[in-house]
């Protein structure tokens, strides 16, 4: 492998790894599991609601968040917090919705883009609000 080549790899490979990773909000570090200096970060569990169930969007939020109208033009719906104190470094999560390879699903409004490989791509889609969580 050249010189080139290994530049390359090397960097596709930092580039991977800071995808996997998070970066913690006190010290801006990236890292997989917990940061090295601050620990691992608190996860919020949505509300356990089975996948099917009518209106199961709304249903699935964490206690202390409500849905309500923004006051942004437009923008629809918005999550607010009811709790006194969020602290740093908490992660919400995961977008859950319909797993498809449709490009249609893009279209959607609801739907996030994973990326499996180059040119290799499948959709989260949240429009059906039976199948998706309240990240939508």
């Not at 090295?36 to 089975?50: N, Q």
């Not at 996030?112 to 949240?126: L, N, S």
Request: charge should be neutral.
């Amino acid at each position: 492998m050249g010189k080139f080549e290994k530049k390359r790899y090397r960097n596709v490979k930092n580039n991977y790894n800071m995808m996997l990773s998070i970066d913690c909000e006190k010290c801006k570090n990236y890292f997989i599991d917990s940061c090295a200096v601050h620990g691992a970060p608190a996860f919020v569990k949505d509300s356990a609601v089975a996948e099917g169930a009518a209106d199961r969007a709304v249903l699935s939020l964490p206690p202390g968040l409500s849905i309500g109208l923004s006051s942004i033009p437009g923008a629809g719906l918005g999550v607010w917090n009811e709790a006194s104190h969020l602290p740093l470094d908490l992660h919400f999560g995961p977008y859950e919705g319909q797993l498809t390879e449709d490009e249609e699903a893009g279209r959607s409004g609801y739907a996030w883009m994973v990326t499996k490989g180059r040119h290799c791509y499948e959709y989260v889609d949240g429009k059906d609000r039976s199948r998706a969580n309240w990240m939508r």
